[in-house]
């Protein structure tokens, strides 16, 4: 499975664009790559996937180049309700045993 | 739909006691993951399975059991409990597999302190 690296910790303000960027350097061609949000005493909640290039939906937008050795989610005009950890993985679609490791995720903190 | 239930949602143990924490999930989802979570850290994988019958354990399996007799229950069993198991616990289940994205659904958690 692909390591995941990201940033610790960023700092917003209300209304800002923020973008996450996480590394995954040994993807492999079958991997995609997911997004969740975490709030404090809940579960992870998934925000977005993608394989290549751009994807978007109402949430946010995740940008991925050609070599997928990165990815970055960009949230846009972000609220004090994003303020969230943020966690990315790679993930292999093919069957087969596949355990889904998190790494230690982005705490997003936005100011007002 | 409940998606992915847990319980009990708190409990206190004393070391060297034992318990199930279980999960059921009603999406028909082959995958199904145990996670432990420490304060301010991220989640850690203890088992998993692939479908019924079928377990693997994960990045910290160490002093935990898990079963899967059916597609909807994946109970996980703390064996003389320590105070290092001291954490919120979460199950999911996935669709991977199954011509979906691979979203991974969580339940609520179950909170586990041991003294």
């Known amino acids: 499975l692909a390591k995941t690296t990201q940033p610790i910790s960023m700092d917003s303000y209300e209304g800002q664009e923020v973008n996450i960027t996480c590394s995954h350097n040994n993807i492999a061609t079958n991997d995609y790559i997911t997004w969740y949000q975490q709030f404090p005493s809940q579960g992870p909640r998934f925000i977005i996937q993608g394989y290549k290039t751009k994807v978007t939906n109402e949430v946010a937008s995740l940008f991925i180049p050609a070599d997928r050795k990165s990815s970055t989610l960009s949230l846009p005009r972000v609220s004090l309700s994003d303020t969230a950890v943020y966690y990315c993985?790679?993930?292999?679609?093919?069957?087969?045993?596949?355990?889904?490791?998190f790494g230690s995720g982005t705490r997003l903190q936005v100011q007002p | 739909n409940a998606g992915v239930t847990q319980t009990p949602k708190f409990r206190i143990l004393k070391i060297g006691q034992s318990m199930t924490l279980q999960c059921t999930q009603d999406?028909?989802?082959?995958?199904m993951y145990w996670y432990r979570q420490d304060p301010g850290m991220g989640l850690k994988l203890i088992y998993y399975?692939?479908?019924?019958?079928?377990?693997d354990k994960g990045e910290v399996p160490n002093g935990y059991n898990v079963s899967r007799s059916t597609t909807e229950d994946f109970p996980l069993r703390l064996e003389l409990a320590a105070p290092s198991q001291t954490s919120v616990y979460f199950c999911?289940?996935?669709?991977?597999?199954?011509?979906?994205?691979?979203?991974?659904?969580f339940g609520e958690g179950s909170r586990l302190t041991v003294l």
């Open positions: 993985l790679v993930v292999l679609m093919d069957t087969g045993r596949r355990a889904l490791t």
């Open positions: 999406m028909n989802h082959n995958y």
């Open positions: 999911a289940s996935s669709p991977l597999g199954q011509g979906s994205t691979g979203e991974l659904f």
């Open positions: 399975s692939v479908g019924a019958g079928i377990t």
